[in-house]
């Protein structure tokens, strides 16, 4: 829930930024141009989290995000989707699952991650607006924070736990019902995960 976002922004010291993550995917149109995408809906800190710069135009503010206001930032595949590669489309409205959406704001570009997965491809929004009017649900799928420092991450890590065992209301005994991963441990994961299905592709290949 979002009282979890607040209890860590309130409660714990080794983080410098706290954001929600509610997804959403769909289809976004402008004109007789479309594409399929994957929308977040984060707080203003997301960017400085995830190391987002802004290229043109800016970030939603406060009040866009306690009013729901369907505004957004997109990443440069969307825009070259959309609007053809070094466009800048801000001011103009585009749809997202048949709702219109005003771009206030273009991302720069990040290329592709170490995974291979293209960091281009997004649409960031209110979480308040993607949470209700895109996914309608009332809770959110996720919570991204940075740790003040590198070395601080293990303690933040100690602390988010502390504060959302205490924040979900968890007896000594019981286990925790979250999870809380460093970015270092979510690239280690996916490795392992890549090379099994590396191993499992050999063996197929193998046997055929």
Known sequence: KYSDVEA???DVTSVSGVSPEVRASGQVIYSNQNTQTTIYGVSEEYLNIKKLEIKSGRIFNTNEVKGMSKVCILGQTV????FGAGADPVGLSIRIQKLPFVIIGVLKSKGESGMGQDQDDLILAPY???Q?????IDY???IYASAITE???????SEITEVLRRSHKLKESSEND???MSQSELIATVSSITEMLTILLGAIAGIS
């Not at 070395?151 to 890590?157: G, H």
């Open 128 to 130: 308040t607006t993607v």
């Open 8 to 10: 860590i922004r309130r």
């Open 132 to 136: 209700r009017r895109l996914a309608a």
């Open 178 to 180: 979250f999870r809380v």
């Open 140 to 142: 959110i799928n996720g």
């Open 151 to 157: 070395e601080k991450s293990a303690k933040a890590i």
């Open 79 to 82: 825009v070259k989707n959309l």
